[in-house]
Each structure stands twice: as C-alpha cells, then as structure tokens.
C-alpha cells in the first residue's frame, strides 16, 4: 500500500509562515488529486486543501487566503505553504489521496505537528 510521509511541521508563532511537504513511497502522485488534512486535539479529521491532477485547488474556508497547496510531480511531492498562521492552526497535518468511494489511496502517516504559540 501507498505511504505518504509528512515533514515541515514545527513551533512558530502567531502570524508565522511554515511550508509542508508530503512524499509518498513510490511514483504516485502524479496520478490522483491530493488533499492535506489536519486533526487538533479532541477533534474529528479535516480536509484542509486540495488539489487535483490538473493543478485546480480547494481550500476550507479557515485557511482560505492564507494556505496555498500545490505539486511537484516531478519531485513526487505535493506542499502546504502556511501564512499568517493562527493558535486555531494548531494540529497535526497528513496528506493522502482522497477517491471518490471515500476511501484513501495510501495509509495514514505520522503526520507533522504545527503549534502555532507565542
């Protein structure tokens, strides 16, 4: 099965930049729309962004304007660059690929944590 690996995460403060990068084992990005996710504590998974194979994005209404997710299918590597980053930001963020069944291509990573802190 498909993993995605999550990196860039950390501590930043409030009105602070972070960009994340999601890898996934073996040349598949190229091929699905990709989302990034996030769950805060006592929370429920959320769709965060998405982009498809085409490049057209999505965004949740929280992050619009301030979130921008995009791919280097080259590099098999999709990104969230974060900015002006909020304490409501704080969560761990994933990626996958979401498909029309509801099911995901790959598995659930380790995610990256973001603590936004001042």
């Known amino acids: 099965q498909v993993q995605f690996v999550e990196f860039g995460g950390g501590l930043v403060q409030p009105g602070g930049s972070l960009r994340l990068s999601c890898a996934a084992s073996g040349s598949v990005i190229r091929y699905y729309a990709m989302g990034w996710y996030r769950q805060a504590p006592g929370n429920q998974r959320e769709l965060v962004a998405t982009?498809?194979?085409?490049?057209?994005?999505n965004y949740v209404d929280s992050v619009k304007g301030r979130f921008a997710i995009s791919r280097d299918n080259a590099k098999n590597t999709v990104y969230l660059r974060m900015n002006s980053l909020k304490p409501e930001d704080t969560a761990v963020y994933y990626c996958?690929?979401?498909?029309?069944?509801?099911?995901?291509?790959?598995?659930w990573g380790q995610g990256t944590q973001v603590t936004v802190s001042s």
């Open positions: 996958n690929a979401p498909l029309s069944s509801g099911d995901y291509v790959g598995s």
């Open positions: 982009i498809t194979i085409g490049g057209s994005t």
